[in-house]
């Protein structure tokens, strides 16, 4: 199971950016978000599509329909550019995939 | 609080395993999964595998089905992961995540990550 993500995204402070993640019929399956700075590990920022881990602002936002799913971070900072990978769970091989990550530049 | 440590860096020849641990405080270590992921110089994540400390049944990835064994010890609240035949394309950081709560395997809980080396 294939999963595309834009290689870059770029936003000026305190607009709202979107990151997609494309793969077929991706609204069948549950989307998780991971946000990973430089020399750090990854975080994760939303799962099940819509859900926010204990501790994320609620500017990050996800959605999910069709054959895209979208992470959305409204009144974007400094401090939320990065790079975004999404991840959904593929049962015909059982495994995790994760999409090739999209970095996120604020203006 | 939830912590991960991992073990440090290592250099490998090619041919030759790498095993990296993974130790556990602030829970229940076996009530969670432990996930394993990779990432290369440069690039993005690619999941490894996972493994019950309840139960110790793993899923793997395809690609690492014949080199890779992870495992865990209890009285330690420590994972491993153990990865066989290394070539230059191994060479990444690795890091141990924990499931985010019981029975939901995303990764909610990181380790600092492992940077394995491999060269000749």
């Known amino acids: 199971y294939v999963l595309t993500q834009p290689p870059s995204v770029s936003v000026a402070p305190g607009q709202a950016a979107t990151i997609t993640c494309g793969g077929k019929n991706i609204k069948n399956r549950s989307v998780a978000w991971y946000q990973q700075k430089p020399g750090q590990a990854p975080v994760l920022v939303v799962y099940?599509?819509?859900d926010r881990p204990s501790g994320i602002p609620d500017r990050f936002s996800g959605s999910n329909s069709e054959n895209t799913a979208s992470l959305t971070i409204s009144r974007v900072e400094a401090g939320d550019e990065a790079d975004y990978f999404c991840q959904v769970w593929d049962l015909s091989s059982e495994q995790w995939v994760f999409g090739g990550g999209t970095k996120l530049t604020v203006l | 609080q939830v912590q991960l440590v991992q073990s440090g860096g290592e250099m490998k020849k090619p041919g030759a395993s790498v095993k990296v641990s993974c130790k556990a405080s602030?829970?229940?270590?076996?009530?969670?999964?432990i996930t394993w992921v990779r990432q290369a110089p440069g690039r993005g994540l690619e999941w490894m595998g996972w493994v019950s400390v309840f139960s110790g049944n793993t899923k793997q990835a395809q690609k690492f089905q014949d080199r890779i064994t992870m495992t865990t010890d209890t009285s330690t609240n420590t994972a491993y992961m153990e990865l066989k035949s290394l070539t230059s394309d191994d060479t990444a950081v690795y890091y141990c995540?924990?499931?985010?709560?019981?029975?939901?395997?995303?990764?909610?809980?990181w380790g600092q990550g492992t940077q394995v080396t491999v060269s000749s």
């Open positions: 099940d599509d819509t």
């Open positions: 602030g829970y229940n270590f076996i009530s969670y999964g």
């Open positions: 995540a924990r499931d985010l709560a019981q029975s939901v395997s995303y990764c909610g809980f």
